[in-house]
């Protein structure tokens, strides 16, 4: 398995951890009658839940597009220096993002952000400059 499967790999269980994190804090708000109930009243999520949720969110917002720019650099057999450390920059910029989200950093937080988005462009670069 290439380098950059592996990072596909850690970032998928990276988004379930995204996912967890959402699903813990809100049933700490909610309370498990709630959260196991029907959920009709279709409360809002506050503070820490809101933040972890917001992450969450954005997480997904990203990650197809990541997906899809590994799989077009792993089918088309064009990995490089741009996809090795676009991976790394993508998966370490969101597991940057997660805490300081969740604790409310600004800047430094849309700085993790950045660098993952950075990292995502250079996945799909290195899939554009070898396939010229």
């Not at 997904?60 to 920059?89: H, R």
């Not at 910029?93 to 952000?113: D, E, H, K, M």
Request: aromatic share 16%.
């Amino acid at each position: 398995m290439t380098f950059e499967l592996w990072i596909l790999l850690a970032s998928a269980f990276w988004g379930l951890v995204h996912i967890a994190a959402d699903s813990f804090a809100f049933k700490a708000q909610a309370g498990n009658k709630y959260t196991v109930g029907p959920r009709d009243e279709n409360l809002a999520r506050q503070g820490v839940a809101g933040r972890l949720h917001r992450a969450q969110k954005n997480f997904m917002e990203t990650y197809p597009i990541f997906v899809t720019c590994v799989l077009i650099v792993y089918l088309t057999e064009s990995a490089g220096k741009l996809s090795y450390w676009g991976t790394l920059l993508y998966l370490v910029g969101r597991i940057l993002f997660l805490p300081l989200y969740a604790l409310g950093i600004p800047w430094i937080r849309t700085f993790s952000w950045q660098i993952a988005t950075f990292g995502l462009v250079l996945v799909g670069v290195q899939a554009v400059v070898s396939g010229l």
